[in-house]
């Protein structure tokens, strides 16, 4: 089956210890991308990478590391996480190159940081 | 700067009624397209319907439409005959085709029976 795998789907953690959210897909997607969502703010972009080894920043990239070492993996890695990084991760994947691409979401990670 | 906005963060709609959400984008891009996804309270980001930007007609999936307003920068979303499960939260996207993709802020829409 065709997905967008997350993990973990719910994390709380503290201020200051480091964490990794995973993303894995299984399409050969050249394009994955992470987005936190808040509450009136839609989702915004964090990281994304248009393939191995090549990553940009998105809007909201501050606090955050990504790394895309695979096709088919993008970590997302908070190396001192902040409460104001508590929030609702999705990371997401599509081909590039046609027009009409859908984004592929994975289910989301619920982040607490106390 | 690439912008999108919803300005409508609720609304309510009767079941078997149609009903608009609104989306507005700017962008000085000439290519662009345009995506709608549906989140309901379970949390997953669903796909309902692109629009290209040189697309000369408007995009229909089912009892989705897009009604695209290219001068007025526009893109809204019509469902034709609510159901209780389109219940959720919308979102309206830009893509440039440069790899970044940009959010509304969303609209929830909640079906009454």
């Known amino acids: 089956e065709a997905q967008v795998t997350q993990n973990p789907r719910y994390l709380i953690t503290v201020t200051g210890k480091k964490l990794t959210v995973t993303c894995s897909q299984n399409m050969n997607h050249e394009y994955m991308s992470w987005y936190r969502q808040d509450p009136g703010l839609g989702l915004r972009q964090i990281y994304y990478s248009m393939n191995v080894e090549v990553t940009d920043k998105g809007d909201v990239p501050e606090g955050y590391k990504v790394s895309r070492k695979e096709k088919r993996n993008f970590p997302l890695i908070l190396e001192s996480p902040s409460p104001n990084q508590t929030s609702l991760y999705f990371c997401?994947?599509?081909?590039?190159?046609?027009?009409?691409?859908?984004?592929?979401f994975g289910s989301g990670t619920q982040l607490s940081v106390l | 700067a690439q912008k999108i906005t919803q300005t409508q963060p609720g609304m309510f709609v009767q079941e078997k009624e149609a009903v608009t959400l609104d989306c507005t984008y700017d962008t000085s891009d000439q290519s662009y397209g345009l995506f709608w996804y549906k989140q309901p309270s379970s949390g997953e980001m669903i796909f309902l319907i692109y629009?290209?930007?040189?697309?000369?007609q408007n995009a229909t999936e089912g009892r989705y439409s897009l009604n695209f307003q290219k001068a007025r920068k526009s893109a809204n979303l019509v469902i034709s005959a609510s159901q209780l499960g389109d219940s959720a939260m919308y979102f309206c996207a830009m893509d440039n085709q440069g790899g970044k993709l940009i959010f509304g802020q969303g609209t929830e829409l909640s079906v009454k029976p």
């Open positions: 629009q290209g930007s040189y697309d000369e």
């Open positions: 997401a994947s599509s081909f590039l190159g046609q027009e009409n691409e859908k984004l592929f």
